[in-house]
């Protein structure tokens, strides 16, 4: 139906502004992994932009209780912003626990999940954009398709990788703080396929 009021176009900005965010700090993650010399600027980069994805989120819920037409409904809104968010916040959490834990080196099974993770968050930043006009989504169901597809590559690498330590490891804190570095990385390529299900469910709503 035809709406003498227009929808407000500022929010697109900020998914995509957040999909950026998102680039940025699996890139940043990814650089850790290989260039652990370089961990405390890189990490420190990282905490900036978990500051940045909240700045971004934040604005947008502001922006969201002073709107009165919204491009869709609230509560996806509310959901896609929260999982965007998330992804940062995991990312963020594995990156403070290489020196909280004073881990000496990453893993070959590090590096190949923030290889996951970047490619993950510019598939994002893709499909994010292709959310201005959800009656034209050349190509999004592609993009969608490939998330799921990373996030199953992402449990594997998991799997592959706790059981690597249980199977060669003697120390039994090492384990667990390698356990929960994997798992947090992991938990940030499962925050990006609830990323593309929101968008699938947006699509939905209003193509």
């Known amino acids: 139906m035809f709406s003498i009021i227009p929808r407000d176009e500022g ?3 900020l998914f995509e502004q ?5 680039i940025e700090t699996a890139q940043k993650y990814s650089e850790l992994s290989r260039h652990y010399d370089r961990r405390e600027q890189l990490i420190a980069d990282i905490r900036q932009c978990e500051q940045k994805a909240d700045e971004v989120v934040h604005t947008a819920l502001a922006k969201l209780d002073t709107t009165f ?5 609230r509560e996806d809104i509310q959901a896609l912003l929260k999982r965007m968010d998330d992804v940062v916040d995991e990312i963020d959490a594995a990156a403070k626990r290489m020196t909280l ?12 999940q923030t290889d996951v993770l970047v490619k993950a ?3 994002i930043g893709e499909a994010i954009k292709r959310l201005r006009d959800v ?3 050349t190509g999004l169901h592609d993009k969608l398709v490939e998330i799921h597809q990373l996030e199953n590559v992402g449990d594997e690498n998991n799997h592959a990788a706790v059981a690597e330590l249980f199977t060669t490891a003697t120390d039994a804190m090492y ?3 390698w356990r929960e570095i994997y798992d947090r990385t992991e938990k940030a390529i499962d925050r990006c396929e609830d990323i593309a299900d929101t968008i699938e469910g947006i699509v939905l709503k209003n193509a």
């Open 135 to 137: 009656r034209k989504q």
């Open 11 to 13: 929010f697109y900005n």
């Open 69 to 73: 037409i919204t491009p869709f409904d």
């Open 121 to 123: 968050s510019h598939l």
């Open 175 to 177: 384990v667990m703080k």
């Open 101 to 112: 834990y004073r881990i000496p080196e990453p893993t070959v099974w590090l590096v190949k």
């Open 18 to 22: 957040a999909a950026q965010v998102i």
